[in-house]
């Protein structure tokens, strides 16, 4: 009972503070768009932008949950238009449940799967897909609109269509992971899932996407952001160690998709020894030895401990070289929101192992890595250089 509160008490307060950080990078961006000196035919576009933001985050979210309750094979089919509209009745239900008794999941896993419970994880899929839908409205309508009436600048025009492009490749790229795990070769014991590949395809893709939105909206919003003219070499160390920390950052939120396409998660869920050691006997337990970064679980969550651990030493690095420069307060507020979420992240990676990966507490740290990458880029772009834009 004791560890079940702790726990509980440890939830809320990791939630009440990602919120609150969101909540202080929001205040700040708009308090600063308006004081930077946008202009008002081109503040929509950055608030269009950052809504886009928004939408691409409850996308990345809504399939990760959808990863960890194992909805993702329940739509054994894919239309444009027809997918739309879910089963409106009894019959449409047995329907569509009995296209799911067709394929390996249902017949090596579920076999004992009642209608109610293929409601459910139907839904929770159906959700992911309708919600990547909107993404594309939300991109496409205003983006359509603001061009007509000449409010997006020259230079951001040719990334508008590079988004566009992202965000429907990003659609196919959905469908063609979800193809991986209707299909098995021969029968086997192991738990029908998507491809790791694909996977993590489709959750870079998207990370791709949030961080290109991010990034420009940001560069309409503040226009007062970057470095001043005048540059010291702690400053352009300051920026290049920052750079270097972004990279990371993505790469080791992307190394989470291996985990989560492997279960690797649940492999070793001890801390920080595996298995009472440091490096464990498995790690290379496959030939040739490559495919054990991307197939072996315990190579991979291996991997994923290491790129934490070296996240964490970078923005702590970063921390460290900004703390003596006299940054501006948008610059010095980025570091630190920076700072705090990396450890925020590490304790709730920390916490999802060993508590053998609960949902909750899985899908928080995978919401964690999107608002570390946030403060990273947001970081980023206050200490590049200034650059006029026509």
């Given at each position: 009972?004791?560890?079940?509160?702790?726990?509980?008490?440890?939830?809320?307060?990791?939630?009440?503070?990602?919120?609150?950080?969101?909540?202080?990078?929001?205040?700040?961006?708009?308090?600063?768009?308006?004081?930077?000196?946008?202009?008002?035919?081109?503040?929509?576009?950055?608030?269009?932008?950052?809504?886009?933001?928004?939408?691409?985050?409850?996308?990345?979210?809504?399939?990760?949950?959808?990863?960890?309750?194992?909805?993702?094979?329940?739509?054994?089919?894919?239309?444009?238009?027809?997918?739309?509209?879910?089963?409106?009745?009894?019959?449409?239900?047995?329907?569509?449940?009995?296209?799911?008794?067709?394929?390996?999941?249902?017949?090596?896993?579920?076999?004992?799967?009642?209608?109610?419970?293929?409601?459910?994880?139907?839904?929770?899929?159906?959700?992911?897909?309708?919600?990547?839908?909107?993404v594309g409205i939300v991109f496409a309508l205003p983006a359509t609109y603001f061009w007509l009436r000449g409010k997006i600048p020259r230079w951001l025009k040719p990334r508008i269509i590079i988004y566009g492009g992202l965000l429907l490749f990003q659609g196919l790229l959905g469908w063609y992971m979800v193809k991986s795990g209707l299909k098995q070769e021969k029968e086997s014991l192991d738990i029908p899932r998507v491809s790791q590949y694909?996977?993590?395809?489709?959750?870079?893709?998207?990370?791709?996407?949030?961080?290109?939105?991010?990034?420009?909206?940001?560069?309409?919003?503040?226009?007062?952001?970057?470095?001043?003219?005048?540059?010291?070499?702690?400053?352009?160390?300051?920026?290049?160690?920052?750079?270097?920390?972004?990279?990371?950052?993505?790469?080791?939120?992307?190394?989470?998709?291996?985990?989560?396409?492997?279960?690797?998660?649940?492999?070793?869920?001890?801390?920080?020894?595996?298995?009472?050691?440091?490096?464990?006997?498995?790690?290379?337990?496959?030939?040739?030895?490559?495919?054990?970064?991307?197939?072996?679980?315990?190579?991979?969550?291996?991997?994923?401990?290491?790129?934490?651990?070296?996240?964490?030493?970078?923005?702590?690095?970063?921390?460290?070289?900004?703390?003596?420069?006299?940054?501006?307060?948008?610059?010095?507020?980025?570091?630190?929101?920076?700072?705090?979420?990396?450890?925020?992240?590490?304790?709730?990676?920390?916490?999802?192992?060993?508590?053998?990966?609960?949902?909750?507490?899985?899908?928080?740290?995978?919401?964690?890595?999107?608002?570390?990458?946030?403060?990273?880029?947001?970081?980023?772009?206050?200490?590049?250089?200034?650059?006029?834009?026509?």
């Amino acid at each position: 009972m004791l560890l079940t509160s702790f726990l509980q008490r440890q939830r809320t307060q990791i939630w009440f503070s990602i919120r609150q950080a969101a909540q202080q990078t929001r205040r700040v961006l708009v308090v600063n768009a308006r004081k930077s000196g946008a202009p008002n035919r081109e503040r929509g576009v950055g608030i269009w932008l950052m809504g886009c933001c928004g939408m691409v985050v409850g996308s990345v979210v809504l399939g990760g949950v959808t990863r960890l309750t194992e909805s993702g094979l329940s739509m054994v089919d894919w239309h444009l238009v027809k997918g739309i509209k879910p089963p409106t009745n009894e019959e449409e239900w047995k329907n569509e449940f009995e296209k799911y008794k067709q394929y390996p999941e249902f017949k090596y896993v579920h076999q004992t799967m009642t209608l109610d419970e293929f409601k459910r994880i139907f839904y929770m899929e159906y959700s992911h897909r309708m919600w990547g839908r909107c993404v594309g409205i939300v991109f496409a309508l205003p983006a359509t609109y603001f061009w007509l009436r000449g409010k997006i600048p020259r230079w951001l025009k040719p990334r508008i269509i590079i988004y566009g492009g992202l965000l429907l490749f990003q659609g196919l790229l959905g469908w063609y992971m979800v193809k991986s795990g209707l299909k098995q070769e021969k029968e086997s014991l192991d738990i029908p899932r998507v491809s790791q590949y694909r996977l993590a395809a489709h959750l870079g893709s998207a990370l791709l996407l949030y961080s290109l939105l991010f990034w420009s909206g940001l560069e309409v919003m503040l226009k007062g952001a970057g470095s001043p003219a005048n540059e010291t070499r702690a400053l352009v160390r300051l920026r290049h160690a920052t750079r270097w920390t972004k990279a990371i950052v993505f790469l080791t939120a992307l190394s989470g998709a291996f985990v989560a396409g492997l279960d690797a998660g649940l492999v070793y869920n001890s801390f920080p020894k595996m298995a009472n050691r440091w490096i464990p006997d498995d790690l290379f337990a496959m030939e040739p030895k490559w495919r054990n970064l991307f197939e072996n679980a315990t190579t991979v969550q291996f991997n994923h401990r290491l790129l934490g651990t070296i996240a964490l030493s970078s923005i702590a690095w970063v921390w460290v070289l900004a703390r003596p420069l006299a940054l501006a307060p948008r610059a010095r507020l980025a570091v630190n929101c920076l700072a705090g979420m990396a450890f925020i992240q590490v304790s709730l990676g920390i916490g999802t192992l060993l508590f053998y990966v609960p949902i909750s507490l899985a899908a928080a740290h995978q919401s964690g890595s999107l608002l570390l990458l946030t403060f990273s880029l947001w970081l980023s772009k206050e200490l590049a250089r200034k650059r006029p834009r026509l």
